[in-house]
């Protein structure tokens, strides 16, 4: 007997061992490490869903919507998880007790509120795909809804529908997203950050069989919606001078054109137009060339809008005054360099006035080369000529304006009356807003303001103003703009009722090839009025126009865009008698 008992005691201690093994476990599972094992199971438990941001609004001065955002949602299915579960559970509608759903009845139930047939929901959720699309850009309340019927497998997604209530006006200012949602033009590329905000999430518990435990977690972190972005455009005047633009431009068949209107007091862009312009719903509809804003990306040879420049420094440097007379030849010949003017002439005797009034290339050039190349240099810089306006736009260009000490031989004549310099529509309007403002240059705005959720409004950082000339240098300087509309050669300009002051610009344009060959003209005008207190700037640009360009004039669009602008802001009219500097010299 001793055998069998030796091996049944061998055979109880082999039992209490491993009764001791696995006790021991237990103890340090359930003893020693119940968080963390609870901890790892929740995990595995929690689902996250994305609660998308929406992004800011882009509006006018007056609040008009020119680019908003929709929260919609899409609904997608695992199908095997929804195919496989024939019932399931989920609160009743008052919240109170658990309640038992038939996967037929949540069909039912989802199709009403996607306004689906039960049959096209039970074809949409029954298969083998793990994902499949079952509705789009459905609205917020229908989703809350769906989201609360609990239904195996069905989950929605947020993506945010950007929308432009006014199409292409001021399009290529707005600017356009990409298919993922970011900004890739215009406004809505640089202020992407600001519009953007932070997306907010939902954490919720599912259990083994994949369905959302109603019991379970269920944490909510809202969203922060991004800011909107007040502009100063007056998207009325904007569509305006829109249409005025492209009119001019499919009447001379120009390849492009522009206009920028400008506060004077206050430097704010209210409008600013291109032709062509780009519906941001669709931009693809337009070429790439055509999706920006010319007015500041592209630089051209400004032409004799300049010569309003070089009288400025002459005047204020004490070189020149605008009854000062200058016996003029038919040309003028200094340093070995010819010059004349766009219309014979015999040696008549001019005052600077007239100069500016006929827009005369001699005389600029006879009255400028009284300021050395570095002052002309200098007074171009002080004007903003070779520094780009920051107003938020993408690919704002700098223009050209090259150092004194490289220009050669007729360089430093041209820059007198805008050759041989390059500069923006937008740097025109700048350097004339000064003159408009008694010398007080206000740089560009177009962000007005940033707005948040709560409706708190937070000005654009001010922009730091400079005195370019003196008071009476500038009202010496609009009185012979005003001249130029009364005595000279833009009596085109002219408004009824208000007092305007103006100068036209023709320069050569060379070829988009690169070469220095010719390939047409850029035509300009630019003035202010009313000229008893210039309230705004407007500059017309056409480039390329085809027909005579000396019979080609830019006036009319000028006075339509200008008179418009001053109706809009209600301005008063002239009471003031207009300047009438005698263009010849006795």
Not at 1 to 22: D, E, S
Not at 189 to 196: E, G, M
């Amino acid at each position: 007997m001793a055998g069998p008992t030796k091996r049944l005691r061998l055979g109880l201690g082999i039992m209490l061992a491993l009764l001791l093994v696995v006790g021991g476990k237990l103890v340090l599972v359930q003893g020693l490490n119940v968080g963390g094992m609870a901890q790892a199971a929740l995990d595995k438990r929690m689902r996250e869903s994305v609660l998308p941001a929406e992004r800011g609004s882009i509006v006018d001065s007056q609040g008009t919507a020119m680019a908003n955002s929709v929260i919609r949602y899409n609904i997608a299915v695992d199908q095997v998880l929804n195919t496989n579960t024939e019932e399931f559970y989920r609160f009743n509608a008052s919240g109170g007790a658990v309640e038992t759903i038939s996967r037929d009845q949540g069909i039912s139930e989802l199709a009403a509120l996607l306004g689906m047939k039960d049959a096209e929901v039970r074809a949409a959720v029954t298969g083998e795909q793990k994902y499949f699309l079952v509705a789009k850009d459905v609205k917020p309340d229908i989703e809350d809804q769906i989201s609360k019927l609990g239904i195996p497998g069905v989950v929605s997604e947020g993506v945010s529908k950007r929308v432009y209530p006014n199409g292409s006006i001021a399009g290529g200012i707005i600017g356009f997203l990409e298919e993922g949602g970011s900004g890739i033009a215009g406004l809505e590329q640089t202020q992407n950050d600001v519009l953007s905000g932070t997306d907010g999430k939902r954490l919720f518990e599912i259990g083994a069989d994949g369905l959302r435990i109603p019991v379970g977690i269920d944490e909510l972190t809202p969203a922060q919606d991004g800011k909107d972005v007040k502009l100063t455009l007056n998207s009325d005047l904007q569509y305006f001078a829109q249409q005025a633009i492209q009119d001019q431009a499919d009447k001379l068949s120009a390849e492009w054109g522009s206009i920028v209107v400008e506060d004077v007091k206050t430097g704010n862009i209210v409008a600013m137009a291109d032709t062509k312009a780009p519906d941001p719903n669709d931009p693809g509809k337009v070429a790439a060339e055509d999706r920006g804003v010319r007015s500041v990306t592209a630089a051209y040879e400004p032409g004799s809008v300049q010569k309003t420049l070089t009288m400025a420094a002459l005047i204020q440097e004490g070189k020149a005054s605008p009854l000062e007379k200058f016996v003029i030849p038919p040309s003028y010949t200094v340093n070995g360099q010819t010059f004349t003017d766009s219309f014979t002439h015999g040696t008549e005797d001019r005052t600077l006035a007239g100069i500016l009034g006929w827009s005369m290339n001699t005389g600029t050039v006879m009255a400028g080369q009284r300021l050395s190349k570095e002052q002309r240099y200098d007074w171009l810089r002080k004007f903003g000529i070779g520094e780009a306006p920051e107003i938020g736009l993408p690919s704002q260009a700098n223009g050209i304006l090259a150092p004194a000490d490289q220009w050669d031989g007729r360089q430093e004549f041209t820059v007198l009356f805008g050759q041989g310099v390059s500069q923006s529509t937008l740097q025109t309007v700048r350097a004339y807003q000064a003159i408009a403002n008694d010398g007080l240059m206000q740089q560009p705005r177009l962000i007005d303001s940033y707005i948040s959720p709560d409706g708190t409004e937070e000005k654009a950082p001010a922009k730091e103003s400079s005195q370019v000339i003196s008071p009476d240098s500038a009202q010496q300087v609009r009185d012979m703009l005003e001249s130029a509309v009364t005595q000279g050669e833009v009596k085109d300009a002219a408004i009824d009722g208000y007092r305007v002051g103006a100068k036209t610009g023709t320069s050569e344009s060379p070829c988009d090839d690169g070469t220095s060959g010719f390939c047409g003209y850029t035509a300009s005008i630019v003035g202010m009025a009313p000229m008893d207190d210039p309230r705004f700037i407007v500059e017309v640009v056409l480039q390329r126009p085809k027909g005579d360009i000396y019979g080609i004039t830019q006036g009319p669009v000028f006075r339509s865009v200008m008179a418009q602008a001053l109706r809009s802001y209600n301005v008063q009219p002239s009471t003031g008698k207009p300047a009438q500097l005698p263009q010849y010299a006795k």
